[in-house]
C-alpha cells in the first residue's frame, strides 16, 4: 500500500463520497476502541465482580479529564497540519508535525508526572467510596503512568487522519484491540493482576498501536521526510499548534471537570450506582461512536477545504452528517429502548445476585433516558468539530464550558435532590446546552470566513 494510496484529497469531487471514504475507516476504529474498553469492563464484571467494576468505574471522569486533554491536544495539532495539506504547502506541513513532536514531549513529561503525583487525592477530593479507594487507584495509577503512549498514538493517528487516511489507524487499532482483550484475561486470570492488570493491558496494547503508528508512516510518508532544519523550533509554528491543541484539549477537560463534578454526586449515592453509572456509560458511548466518527470526519474535511478556500464545500458536508445522523438516531435509539436490557446483561456476573439484580436495572434506566438524545449529542460533535477545522478553537471550547455547567449544575443540584433519575438526564442536558451555542456559531464563523475571502481574496485562512 503506497502513500499515495492512503492519503486522501477531500477539496475536490464529491462531499458526500469523500465523507463516506473517511468516515467508515474512522467509525471502525471508534467502534474497535470502544469494543475494547466494553470487554475491559465486562472481563471485569464478570471475573473481578462488582467492587472491581466499580473500582474502574469511578475513575471513568478523571481518567476522561486527564486523557481527554491529551487527545484533544493531540487532535487539535492535526489540523493545522490538515490546513497545510489542504494549500499544498509540503514544507509548512513538515513544520508543522516537527514543531508538534517538539510540544507535545513537552505536554507529556508534565502531565505524567503531575497526575501521577495527585491521583491518590484526586479519588479522595472525588467522594470515592472508601471500599473501592484502593483498588480505583491501582488501576487509574496504571492509566496515567501510559499517558506517554496515549499522546504517542493520537499524535500520529491524527497526523495520518489530517493527511486523509484514516484507514491504517484502523488496521493498527484492531490490532490493539486483539492484543487488549488477550492481555486482559492473561492478567486477570492467568497472572491474577487485578484492576492493575487490566490497565496495563490498556497501556501495553496502545504502546504497540502508537509504534505501529510511527514505523509505518516513516516508510510509508515520503511528504513526512523532515529536513534537518525544518526539526528547529518556530515560534510561529508552536503558536499556531497551541492556538489550535490547547483549546481543544481544554475543551475536553473542561467538559470532564462537569463529569467529575456529577461523579462525585454519584459516588454519594453508593458503589452500586456508581457501577451502573460507569458501565451504561461505556455502552452508551459505544453506540455513539458514529457521532463522534461524523465529528472527526468533518474536523479533517473542513480544515482541508479551508485551506483550499472551499467554504460551499464545508457547508455540503455539515449538510450530509446532519442527515446521516439524524437517520442514525432515530434507529438506534429504538435498539437501546426495547434491546437495553440484553445489552446491559453482557456486564453482569454469576455472583452478588441481590446486587447485580439492582445494578442491571439502573444500567437499564440509564440507556433508555439517554436513547432520546443521541441526535443531540451527534449535532454537537459535527458542529464543535467543524468549528475546530475552520481554527476557531476557543468558540469549541465554549461548548466545553456549556457541558461543563449542565453536568456541574445537574450533579450538585439535582442528584442530592432526586437521586439516579437526575444523573442519567446529565449528559442529555449537557448536549442541548451546547447545540444551542454551537450551531449559531458555526454560522457567524462560516460568515465571518466568506467575508474574510470576499474583502481580501489572497488572505491566509489558516
Given at each position: 500500500m503506497s502513500s499515495k494510496s492512503t492519503m486522501q484529497n477531500m477539496t475536490e469531487g464529491r462531499p458526500f463520497s469523500h465523507i463516506m471514504r473517511f468516515?467508515?475507516?474512522?467509525?471502525?476504529?471508534?467502534?474497535f476502541q470502544q469494543f475494547y474498553n466494553l470487554v475491559d469492563t465486562a472481563i471485569v464484571g464478570q471475573f473481578l465482580g462488582a467492587d472491581a467494576l466499580a473500582a474502574v468505574g469511578t475513575t471513568g471522569s478523571v481518567n476522561f479529564l486527564i486523557l481527554g486533554f491529551c487527545m484533544g491536544v493531540c487532535n487539535g495539532f492535526s489540523i493545522p497540519v490538515a490546513q497545510r495539506f489542504g494549500a499544498q504547502d509540503e514544507r509548512g506541513l513538515r513544520k508543522m508535525v516537527a514543531n508538534s513532536v517538539w510540544v507535545a514531549v513537552v505536554f507529556v513529561v508534565i502531565m505524567t508526572v503531575s497526575v501521577c503525583f495527585l491521583c491518590r487525592n484526586i479519588l479522595v477530593w472525588m467522594n470515592t467510596p472508601s471500599d473501592i479507594l484502593e483498588q480505583s487507584y491501582s488501576y487509574i495509577f496504571v492509566i496515567f503512568l501510559g499517558i506517554p503512549v496515549t499522546v504517542l498514538y493520537n499524535l500520529l493517528s491524527g497526523i495520518m487522519r489530517a493527511l486523509g487516511d484514516s484507514r491504517t489507524p484502523l488496521v493498527f487499532l484492531?490490532?490493539?484491540?486483539l492484543l487488549n482483550i488477550a492481555f486482559d484475561l492473561a492478567a486477570i486470570l492467568v497472572l491474577h493482576m487485578g484492576v492493575a492488570g487490566a490497565a496495563m493491558a490498556t497501556v501495553l496494547s496502545q504502546g504497540i498501536a502508537g509504534v505501529l503508528c510511527l514505523l509505518y508512516m516513516a516508510k510509508r510518508f515520503?511528504?513526512?521526510?523532515?529536513?534537518?532544519?525544518?526539526?528547529r523550533l518556530d515560534k510561529n509554528c508552536i503558536a499556531r499548534l497551541c492556538s489550535m491543541g490547547v483549546p481543544m484539549g481544554l475543551q475536553f477537560s473542561i467538559t470532564a471537570i462537569g463529569s467529575v463534578i456529577l461523579q462525585t454526586a454519584v459516588n454519594g449515592l453508593g458503589s452500586t450506582a456508581v457501577a451502573a453509572v460507569a458501565s451504561a456509560g461505556k455502552i452508551g458511548m459505544f453506540f455513539v461512536c458514529?457521532?463522534?466518527?461524523?465529528g472527526a470526519t468533518m474536523s479533517t474535511y473542513a480544515g482541508q477545504n479551508l485551506g483550499a478556500r472551499k467554504l460551499d464545500r464545508v457547508g455540503s458536508g455539515v449538510r450530509i452528517c446532519s442527515g446521516l445522523a439524524l437517520l442514525y438516531s432515530i434507529v438506534i435509539g429504538f435498539v437501546l429502548l426495547f434491546a437495553g436490557k440484553y445489552i446491559a446483561?453482557?456486564?453482569i456476573g454469576e455472583a452478588e445476585r441481590e446486587v447485580e439484580g439492582v445494578l442491571l436495572a439502573m444500567m437499564v434506566t440509564f440507556l433508555k433516558w439517554n436513547s432520546f438524545f443521541y441526535f443531540f449529542v451527534s449535532l454537537v460533535n459535527i458542529f464543535r468539530l467543524t468549528i475546530q477545522g475552520l481554527g476557531f478553537g476557543k468558540l469549541a471550547m465554549i461548548a466545553g464550558v456549556c457541558e461543563m455547567i449542565a453536568r456541574s449544575a445537574v450533579g450538585y443540584l439535582f442528584v442530592p435532590k432526586f437521586g439516579y433519575i437526575a444523573a442519567c438526564l446529565a449528559s442529555p442536558v449537557a448536549w442541548v446546552l451546547a447545540d444551542i451555542f454551537l450551531i449559531p456559531a458555526y454560522f457567524l464563523v462560516m460568515r465571518h470566513l466568506r467575508k474574510k475571502i470576499a474583502a481580501k481574496p489572497d488572505c491566509v485562512l489558516q
Open positions: 468516515f467508515f475507516p474512522l467509525l471502525l476504529g471508534m467502534l484492531i490490532i490493539s484491540s515520503p511528504i513526512l521526510k523532515i529536513r534537518r532544519e525544518e526539526w458514529p457521532s463522534d466518527a461524523m446483561m453482557l456486564f
